[in-house]
Structure formats: C-alpha cells, structure tokens
C-alpha cells in the first residue's frame, strides 16, 4: 500500500538512516567517539541526530536525514571508511536492532 504513495515530481527525495543499538554499559562516550569518525565523511547537507531512551540510558538512536538521489547518495560513500567505522564500534554494542535507510514518504 505505501509503494503506491505519490510523490511531487518537484521536490527531492529525502531519506533516513537510522540504527537502534543497545550500548555496553557505561560506553556512550567510546562509542560517539567510534561513530563520528571522520567529520568530513558526514554527507554535505544532512541532519543528524542521536537520541537516548529515557528508561534505558545504553539503548540509543541514531540517524541523519539527507535530500537527494539515492544512488548519489550512496555513491558518496567509501566503503572502507564505513566499514572500519563499523568495526570501531563494534566493542561498545551490546546488540542492534532497526538498520537501514528509509525513504521518507510523509512530512507533516
């Protein structure tokens, strides 16, 4: 049902990526430090976010909105910085939930 939600042909596309994770106790700041990683990899334009569960300080949210064509996007990205980026923080999570980029189909 959603696939078939019109979209204006003048505007851009915005997408968010988004990751749920749980922390290891006690390691918000070893793992912000491991999620920056370079800030000029931090794409032109974009808004990012990263929030915290209020019943749960170590369950985290984090994710940056971005306008634009999917594969530029994408392109835009070095893999190996990512995936060293991942392998960074890899020592502060516990476990990690919803990952992945969204269209974003409404703004209100």
Request: net charge negative; glycine share 8%; proline share 5%.
């Amino acid at each position: 049902m959603l696939a078939n939600v019109p979209r204006r042909r003048d505007q851009m596309t915005m997408y968010c990526a988004l990751t749920v994770r749980k922390l290891k106790s006690g390691s918000y700041g070893d793992w912000r430090k491991a999620w920056e990683g370079d800030p000029e990899d931090m794409p032109e334009g974009g808004e990012v976010y990263i929030l915290r569960n209020l019943s749960d300080p170590d369950e985290i949210i984090a994710f940056g909105l971005i306008e634009g064509d999917i594969d530029e996007i994408k392109a835009s990205f070095d893999a190996d910085k990512e995936r060293k980026r991942q392998e960074d923080m890899a020592p502060h999570i516990e476990s990690t939930g919803a990952d992945g980029i969204y269209e974003v189909i409404e703004r209100l």
